[in-house]
């Protein structure tokens, strides 16, 4: 195992854990200050999407020296809209990455390229399509479940529902997943619906809603739109404590079906909807964002029609304008784009009661839905799809030009010296570079050290090893030494 840090001398403290879980192999660590360190590897792995940054950090020993490999999770937020747009001017290439988890989260990238592209291409006047065929890979592989999770739930639904305390005969609906009107939905549609169906079935109805609130907590005011639907039972895990391992089993073992009207941007997979899925839970979920790659619509439940409010165009680029200046936070935007987003709720109901009112087709997609979760979401096949990509890349880089292996320097934004080359007067001094590190703090005030040593420590582990004699020197020269 290699792992990447600005101090990897430290990855060793991770060993104990690592042995753990099982691994019993050498662990590597490599230096994230320098670039030469990844070169036998073949590349490096990122858990976000900022594959353009670190293309900067990797020019000085060449472009295709290794693959730069990132990831995607949720793309609205202003940084995650910056790193998509950097893909565009920085320098990645084809024998780079970036893993999207979904279809319509790959949509986003392309857009945001297509439109960075175009008006790159326009400014300077050059070939678009250029500017494309750079582009780095955007291959959709699925976010993997462990295998606990994919085990057949250890209790059954009545033991599961006595321990909960919920009636045996009742329908149960379950929510899994954060509840909160900002960043993943507002929970009305979706109390509203339930109201409705409750009132058609022959036995109580409960949602069961597991998972943490907000902070604050907007506890209150759910309490208050809970009151507007008596035909609903409500059951609630979570809220302001997080939800162990055991309660959501119990949740996902109590339930007949999972319910996800998700309406948020911030959404890009659905891991709550993987879960359930592998629960052998029949899914009534928006068909909003990556949802509609986990959920096949009448096979593995149903897929609730949604679509953007026909003010949505009007608006979008004023709140996308506040939220990428600062003049409104991003949960804010995205709570009030969400707030145009629709859903079918006609088609929702129609759903959960075709669920609810028949155990047969009820266990059918849920079998159905246990088997696609195994056949997406296990660990096994998602490494392969990852292995199958390194094997790609690795290609892709073996035949790049001969110009992409030239190192490069490092931009004027990321080199501070090169950048304010004209601030000094006169040109730098060659260093005697002869100072013992002991010498530095014999002849300097003893708080003086003290107070500089945090600023020495980071340009101690900055400087290449040769040349820390020279940096000691350097700081002799800095600090004026009393006779």
């Known amino acids: 195992m290699a792992l990447a840090s600005p101090r990897p001398q430290a990855l060793q403290q991770l060993l104990p854990l690592l042995r753990d879980q099982g691994f019993e192999g050498e662990l590597n660590g490599l230096d994230l200050l320098s670039p030469e360190g ?27 020296a290794f693959s730069l490999i990132g990831q995607i999770h949720t793309l609205s937020t202003p ?20 893993i999207c988890s979904s279809t319509a989260g790959r949509s986003v990238v392309e857009a945001v390229l297509n439109s960075r592209e175009e008006a790159l291409a326009e400014r300077s006047g050059g070939d678009v399509s250029r500017l494309r065929a750079l582009r780095p890979q955007l291959p959709v592989i699925p976010l993997p479940l462990p295998d606990s999770a994919m085990a057949v739930p250890a209790l059954d639904k009545r033991q599961a529902r006595k321990a909960l305390d919920l009636p045996e005969k009742a329908s149960v609906v379950l929510w899994l997943g954060r509840l909160s009107v900002y960043t993943k939905l507002d929970p009305w549609p979706t109390y509203a619906i339930l109201e409705r169906v409750a009132q058609r079935l022959n036995n109580p109805l409960v949602l069961l809603e597991c998972g943490p609130d907000d902070k604050p907590s907007q506890e209150q005011a759910l309490l208050s739109l809970r009151k507007c639907c008596p035909h609903v039972h409500f ?13 959501k089993r119990q949740a996902l073992s109590a339930a007949d079906l999972a319910l996800s009207l998700v309406d948020n941007t911030q959404e890009t997979f659905g891991l709550s909807v993987a879960e359930a899925m592998a629960a052998g839970l029949p899914v009534v979920a928006s068909n909003w964002n990556g949802y509609r790659d ?62 609810l009112a028949s155990p047969l087709l009820l266990q059918r997609m849920g079998r159905s839905a246990s088997a696609r979760a195994n056949e997406l979401f296990a660990e096994h096949v998602v490494m392969d799809q990852y292995e199958a990509l390194f094997a790609e890349l690795e290609l892709r880089r073996l035949a790049a030009p001969a110009e992409a292996g030239s190192g490069r320097a490092m931009p004027a934004s990321l080199d501070p010296v090169q950048a304010f080359q004209a ?9 005697a570079g002869k100072e013992p590190a002991s010498e530095l703090l014999d002849r ?40």
């Open 38 to 64: 990844v070169i036998p590897w073949g590349g490096l792995f990122l858990p976000d999407p900022s594959i353009a940054r670190w293309a900067l950090w990797r020019q000085p020993v060449g472009a295709s």
């Open 79 to 98: 940084a995650a809209l910056a790193h998509l747009q950097d893909l565009a001017s920085e320098p990645v290439h084809p024998w780079d990455a970036l």
């Open 235 to 247: 059951k609630r895990m979570g809220g302001d404590e997080p939800v162990s391992e055991e309660s």
């Open 294 to 355: 986990l959920v096949r619509h009448g096979l593995d439940g149903f897929l609730v029609p949604s679509r953007w409010a026909s003010t949505a165009p009007l608006v979008s680029a004023r709140l996308g304008w506040q939220q990428f200046s600062g003049i409104e936070s991003f949960p804010v935007v995205a709570g009030a784009l969400a707030q145009l987003v629709q859903l079918d709720a006609d088609a929702a109901e129609k759903a959960l009661v075709s669920l």
């Open 423 to 431: 601030y000094p007067s006169h040109p730098s001094q060659p260093s």
């Open 444 to 483: 300097l005030p003893k708080s003086l050290c003290e107070a500089r040593a945090p600023l020495w420590r980071l340009l101690n582990e900055s400087v290449p090893a040769g040349l820390k004699g020279d940096l000691h020197s350097d700081l002799l020269k800095k600090h004026p030494v009393l006779p």
